[in-house]
C-alpha cells in the first residue's frame, strides 16, 4: 500500500470512529459522559502504572539501567502513584455513572464537576512531569510546595494536595445535592458519609511534625485508613450496585449485606491502624490493639466473597455480561486472599517483627490492591461498555470472547505470579536478615545477595511481563468488545 493510501485509509477510520463515538455517546447521560472521561484517563495511568512497575522490576535486577536518567527511586514512586490515582479515577467515574440512576435525578453541579475533572487532570499531568523532569530540589519549604512533599506514597507537592481535597469537595457536593434533590437509598447515606471519610482524612497528609513518631502517627491515617476504611466502603457501595445491575440481585439484599461490610470493615480496619503503629516509637498497648483488631479484618472480606457467590449462584450466573460478572468474582476473592490472607499472615506483631519493611508487604500491597480495587474497577468499565453501546449482550456466544477471558486470565496469573515470587523473596529476607543477622547493615545485604532472593526478582519481572501482556489484551477488548453485535441484553428490573 502506498503512503497517500495508508493515510486515506487511517483518515476514514478515524472519522469512523469518531461517527461512532458520536452515536454511542447518544446512549449516555451527562453525568456518564463525565464517568467515560474519568475512566479514559484510569486506563492510561493504568499503563503508566505497569511501565514504570516493569522500569523499576528491571533495575531490580540491573542497578545500572538507566541509571542518573530515571532511577530506581523515581520509577518506583511514578508506579506506586500512578496506581493510587487511576483507582481514585475509576472510583469518581463509578460514582458519577451510577449517580443518577441511583438518585433518579439529573447531577446536580455538573459543570462544576466537569470543571473539576480537567482541573485535576491537569495537575496530575503536572505532577508526574515535575517528578520525571524535575525530581529533587533544595532543602526548603519551596521543594515541598512544588517538586515533592518527600513522604512515601503521598509524594505530590502541597499545592497538588490542596488541589486534590479541593476536587473531593466538588465531587461530595455533586454527590450530595444531587441525592438531596432526587431519591435517598441506603446506598446513597453510606457513599455520602464514606464520602466525607475519603475528603476529611487526605487532610493529616498534608502537616509536618517534627517528631518522626508524631509524623508517622498522623501519616498512617491517609495510608491506612484511606485504603482499609473508605476506599474498602467505596467499593462495596460500587459492588452492590453492579449486582444489581448485573444479576437483579433484590436492593433490599445488597443494602443488608452492604451495611453488615461497612460494619465489619470500620469496626475492625479503624483501630486495625495499629498494626502500623508496632515499630514507629508509640505505647506498647498499640502491640494488643492492632493484632487483635488486625485480626478481625479478614472477616468483612469473608462476608463479601459469601455475599458475591451466594447472589451470582442463586441466578444461576445467568446475566448478559459475563465479563463484568467474571471480574465481580474475582474481585470479591482477590480482596479476600490479597487484603485478607496475605494481610494476615504477618499482621500479628509476633510476625511482623521479621516481616515488615520486606518483600513480604511488596507481596501483599500487590495481591491486595490488585484484587481489592483494580478488579473493581475493570467489572464496572464493562457495565459502562456495555450500556454505551446500547445494552447490547456480552454473554453466552459474544464475538472475541475469548479476548476477555485470556485476559482475566493473564492478569490474574500475572499478579498472583509476582505475589508468590515476592513472597518467596521476602520469606528468604525475614530469615536470614532478620532472624539470623538481628536486622544488621551486614545481614541486609547478605539477604539481597542471596540466589533464593535474587531469582525471585526475575521472576517478579517476568510475571510482571505476563501482567502487561494482560493489559494490552484488556484494552484491546474494551475498544472492541460488543461491536458489531446486534443481540440486546435482557433488561433486569430494579427491585
Known amino acids: 500500500m502506498s503512503a497517500?493510501?495508508?493515510?486515506?485509509?487511517?483518515?476514514a477510520y478515524f472519522k469512523d470512529f469518531k461517527t461512532w463515538v458520536a452515536l454511542d455517546s447518544t446512549n449516555l447521560s451527562d453525568g456518564q459522559q463525565l464517568a467515560v472521561k474519568y475512566f479514559t484517563v484510569a486506563v492510561i495511568l493504568f499503563v503508566a502504572q505497569i511501565l514504570f512497575g516493569l522500569l523499576a522490576a528491571t533495575q531490580f535486577i540491573w542497578p545500572g539501567f538507566l541509571f542518573e536518567i530515571l532511577d530506581f527511586n523515581v520509577n518506583r514512586?511514578?508506579?506506586?502513584?500512578?496506581?493510587?490515582?487511576?483507582?481514585?479515577?475509576?472510583?469518581?467515574?463509578?460514582?458519577?455513572?451510577l449517580l443518577e440512576d441511583e438518585s433518579q435525578t439529573e447531577i446536580?453541579?455538573?459543570?462544576?464537576?466537569?470543571?473539576?475533572?480537567?482541573?485535576?487532570?491537569?495537575?496530575?499531568?503536572?505532577?508526574?512531569?515535575?517528578?520525571?523532569?524535575?525530581?529533587?530540589?533544595?532543602?526548603?519549604?519551596?521543594?515541598?510546595?512544588?517538586?515533592?512533599?518527600?513522604?512515601?506514597?503521598?509524594?505530590?507537592?502541597?499545592?497538588a494536595d490542596i488541589g486534590i481535597v479541593v476536587v473531593m469537595l466538588i465531587f461530595f457536593y455533586n454527590v450530595v445535592a444531587t441525592f438531596t434533590k432526587g431519591k435517598w437509598?441506603?446506598?446513597?447515606?453510606?457513599?455520602?458519609?464514606?464520602?466525607?471519610?475519603?475528603?476529611?482524612?487526605?487532610?493529616?497528609?498534608?502537616?509536618?511534625?517534627?517528631?518522626?513518631?508524631?509524623?508517622?502517627?498522623?501519616?498512617?491515617?491517609?495510608?491506612?485508613?484511606?485504603?482499609?476504611a473508605t476506599w474498602e466502603v467505596l467499593v462495596g457501595v460500587i459492588m452492590a450496585w453492579s449486582l444489581m445491575k448485573l444479576l437483579g440481585v433484590?436492593?433490599?439484599?445488597?443494602?443488608?449485606?452492604?451495611y453488615i461490610e461497612v460494619a465489619l470493615m470500620f469496626g475492625s480496619g479503624i483501630l486495625g491502624l495499629g498494626h502500623h503503629y508496632f515499630w514507629i516509637g508509640t505505647p506498647e498497648y498499640w502491640l494488643t490493639i492492632g493484632g487483635f483488631f488486625s485480626a478481625l479484618?479478614?472477616?468483612?472480606?469473608?462476608?463479601?466473597?459469601?455475599?458475591?457467590?451466594?447472589?451470582?449462584?442463586?441466578?444461576?450466573?445467568?446475566?448478559?455480561?459475563?465479563?463484568?460478572?467474571?471480574?465481580?468474582i474475582a474481585h470479591a476473592f482477590g480482596n479476600f486472599f490479597g487484603a485478607g490472607v496475605w494481610g494476615f499472615m504477618h499482621t500479628l506483631p509476633q510476625i511482623n517483627m521479621y516481616t515488615h519493611g520486606t518483600q513480604w508487604s511488596a507481596s501483599h500491597g500487590h495481591l491486595a490492591f490488585f484484587g481489592a480495587y483494580a478488579t473493581i474497577n475493570i467489572a464496572f468499565f464493562y457495565l459502562?461498555?456495555?450500556?454505551?453501546?446500547?445494552?447490547i449482550w456480552m454473554g453466552e456466544g459474544t464475538a472475541n470472547a475469548w479476548r476477555w477471558k485470556w485476559a482475566i486470565g493473564l492478569l490474574n496469573v500475572g499478579v498472583l505470579g509476582m505475589t508468590i515470587a515476592m513472597l518467596i523473596a521476602g520469606y528468604e529476607q525475614s530469615f536470614i536478615e532478620r532472624a539470623v543477622e538481628g536486622s544488621t547493615w551486614g545481614g541486609y545485604f547478605t539477604a539481597q545477595n542471596h540466589p533464593s532472593f535474587q531469582s525471585a526478582m526475575v521472576w517478579r519481572l517476568l510475571f510482571g511481563v505476563v501482567t502487561a501482556a494482560g493489559l494490552g489484551l484488556l484494552i484491546w477488548d474494551l475498544l472492541t468488545i460488543g461491536k458489531g453485535e446486534t443481540r440486546k441484553a435482557k433488561i433486569i428490573a430494579q427491585q
Open 4 to 11: 497517500i493510501g495508508l493515510v486515506e485509509k487511517t483518515t
Open 185 to 228: 437509598s441506603g446506598i446513597a447515606g453510606v457513599l455520602t458519609l464514606d464520602l466525607v471519610a475519603l475528603a476529611g482524612l487526605y487532610v493529616a497528609g498534608m502537616f509536618y511534625m517534627t517528631n518522626i513518631t508524631h509524623e508517622q502517627y498522623w501519616w498512617w491515617w491517609v495510608i491506612h485508613l484511606w485504603v482499609e
Open 77 to 97: 514512586m511514578v508506579h506506586i502513584n500512578a496506581m493510587i490515582v487511576w483507582m481514585l479515577y475509576g472510583f469518581i467515574g463509578c460514582v458519577y455513572w
Open 108 to 159: 446536580v453541579g455538573l459543570k462544576l464537576g466537569n470543571i473539576a475533572f480537567w482541573v485535576l487532570t491537569a495537575a496530575v499531568t503536572v505532577v508526574v512531569l515535575v517528578y520525571l523532569l524535575v525530581q529533587i530540589g533544595p532543602g526548603k519549604d519551596s521543594s515541598l510546595w512544588f517538586i515533592n512533599e518527600g513522604r512515601e506514597y503521598i509524594e505530590a507537592p502541597r499545592w
Open 384 to 391: 459502562a461498555i456495555q450500556h454505551w453501546r446500547g445494552g
Open 250 to 258: 433484590r436492593r433490599k439484599i445488597v443494602q443488608t449485606w452492604l
Open 297 to 328: 479484618e479478614p472477616i468483612p472480606l469473608v462476608a463479601m466473597v459469601v455475599h458475591a457467590v451466594y447472589d451470582s449462584g442463586s441466578h444461576a450466573f445467568k446475566n448478559g455480561n459475563h465479563p463484568a460478572l467474571a471480574w465481580v
